[in-house]
C-alpha cells in the first residue's frame, strides 16, 4: 500500500450567498480533518468575497458557469492545478460535467439533475417517503456535511492523509456540532466602515467586542430572489416605524442594486413621528454598499430583520439576533445551527399548523408570505431586542 499523503482537494461551492455560508461548516469539517492538504475552493464572482478572511480554504477560484460554454471554461483553468479529488456541493449537471471535463479522478457529490455518470462517487439524497414525492426537508447545513463526510472517506480509502478521530477541539469528525463561520479583512472592515460613516451610522465595536457603544441600528433585509418569498414593503415599513418610535433604533434597508426600487419605496412608505426623524433611516444600496461591506455591517446590527435570503445566513454566522419570514419555502431547507452565546434565530412561518409531514414549498396559497402580519412580526422584534438588552 502507498504511503498516505496530503490531497489537492476542489470544493466545488453553491451559486447563492445563503447557500455559500450553510457550506462554511463543511469547509471546516475538511480543514480539521486534512490540516496538511491544499483545499481549494471554487465560486461564482461576488462570492469569493463573501469567504475572504476565513482561514477555510488555501484558495479561491472564482469562475462563472452559467453559460452553455461555463463547464469548458471552469474545467480549463482547472486542469493544470492537478487536483486529487473534488466535492461537488451544487446539484447541477453542468457543475458536475466542468468537473469531469478537468479530469479530476475522484469526484463526490449527490446523484441528482441526471449526472451521475459523471461522478465516481454518487451520493444519495433522501426523499420523503410514500405517497408523497420529492426530496426530504433536510438543512442544507446537513446535506453539505453528508457529502464532505463521505469525500473525507473516500480519500482516506485512496492513502490520502485524512483524521477522522479527532478534531483541534477533541471533537469526532463524525458527531461533531456544526457552527457556521465568517470573517473580514481589514480591507473589507474598512469599507463597512465607510459605508456606514456616509449613513450617519457611527460604526463602533462589532458584536462582541469592547468598545464606545455607537447608535444602535437594525438592518432590514426586504428582498430575495424569489418574489413570493418577500414580504409586503408596507409590512416592512410598519415594523420599521415601530423600531424608531419605541426603540429609537435607526434603520438599515438592504438591498442589492436591483432592488434599489424595492429598498426606495420602502423608505417612503414608512412613517415618521417627528421631522428629524428622517435622519433614523437609511438606504445602504445609495451608499455603495457591497457583499464586502455587508458583513461589517451586519456584525454591527442590533438585529437583523429578514427574508430568507442571503442576509439571514451572515447574521447566523456572525451570532447576531435575526427575525427571519417564511412563505412559500420551507425553513428545514435552511435551518440553521444556533451560534454559541447568542439569542436564537426567530423563525415566523406563514402557516404555523401545517402538519409536519407536509412541506410548505408544497402550499403556495396557504403558505403565502403575506399572511405573516404585522402585528405577528413587531411581538417577534421586541423578543428578540429584549434578548439583547434592547
Known amino acids: 500500500m502507498p504511503e498516505p499523503r496530503p490531497a489537492r482537494v476542489l470544493v466545488f461551492l453553491p451559486s447563492w450567498l445563503g447557500d455559500t455560508v450553510m457550506a462554511t461548516p463543511t469547509l471546516r469539517l475538511l480543514r480539521e480533518a486534512m490540516p496538511r492538504s491544499v483545499i481549494v475552493g471554487l465560486v461564482r464572482p461576488g462570492l469569493d468575497e463573501l469567504l475572504s478572511g476565513s482561514d477555510l480554504l488555501d484558495d479561491i477560484i472564482v469562475a462563472d458557469g452559467r453559460s452553455v460554454t461555463g463547464p469548458a471554461k471552469i474545467a480549463s483553468k482547472l486542469v493544470a492545478l492537478r487536483f486529487d479529488a473534488a466535492l461537488l456541493l451544487p446539484n447541477s449537471f453542468a457543475s458536475a460535467m466542468a468537473i ?12 441528482r439533475d441526471g449526472r451521475g455518470v459523471l461522478l465516481t462517487e454518487r451520493l444519495i439524497a433522501p426523499r420523503r417517503p410514500p405517497p408523497r414525492k420529492g426530496w426530504e426537508p433536510i438543512s442544507a447545513v446537513d446535506y453539505y456535511l453528508t457529502a464532505g463526510r463521505a469525500l473525507l472517506e473516500v480519500l482516506r480509502s485512496r492513502s490520502f492523509i485524512v483524521d477522522m478521530a479527532t478534531r483541534t477541539d477533541g471533537s469526532s469528525v463524525v458527531n461533531w456540532t456544526p457552527m457556521l463561520e465568517l470573517s473580514s479583512t481589514e480591507r473589507q472592515d474598512q469599507e463597512s466602515r465607510q459605508v456606514l460613516m456616509k449613513g450617519g451610522l457611527e460604526p463602533g465595536p462589532v ?10 441600528f437594525a438592518l432590514i433585509n426586504p428582498g430575495g430572489n424569489n418574489p413570493a418569498k418577500r414580504w409586503p414593503v408596507e409590512r416592512f415599513a410598519g415594523v420599521a416605524h415601530h423600531l424608531i418610535s419605541q426603540h429609537r433604533l435607526k434603520v438599515a ?3 442589492s442594486p436591483a432592488e434599489g426600487e424595492l429598498v426606495s419605496i420602502i423608505r417612503d412608505a414608512i412613517v415618521l413621528d417627528h421631522p428629524e426623524d428622517e435622519r433614523m433611516v437609511v438606504c445602504l444600496h445609495e451608499l455603495g454598499g457591497t457583499v464586502a461591506s455587508l458583513k461589517g455591517i451586519v456584525r454591527r446590527a442590533k438585529l437583523v430583520l ?3 435570503t442571503g442576509p439571514r445566513h451572515i447574521a447566523a454566522a456572525f451570532g447576531v439576533p435575526c427575525v427571519s419570514l ?12 444556533e451560534h454559541p ?3 436564537r434565530e426567530i ?3 406563514a402557516d404555523p399548523t401545517l402538519p409536519s409531514e407536509e412541506l410548505a414549498d408544497d402550499h403556495p396559497e396557504r403558505c403565502r408570505i403575506d399572511r405573516i402580519t404585522t402585528d405577528e412580526v413587531i411581538a417577534a422584534v421586541d423578543r428578540a431586542l429584549g434578548g439583547r438588552g434592547g
Not at 207 to 216: C, K, S
Open 207 to 216: 458584536f462582541g467586542e469592547v468598545g464606545p457603544a455607537p447608535e444602535p
Open 306 to 308: 429578514t427574508n430568507d
Open 347 to 349: 423563525i415566523i412561518t
Open 253 to 255: 434597508i438592504n438591498g
Open 341 to 343: 452565546g447568542t439569542t
Open 326 to 337: 417564511f412563505g412559500p419555502t420551507d425553513p428545514r431547507w435552511t435551518l440553521l445551527p
Open 100 to 111: 469531469r471535463l478537468a479530469s479530476i479522478p475522484i469526484r463526490v457529490g449527490y446523484d
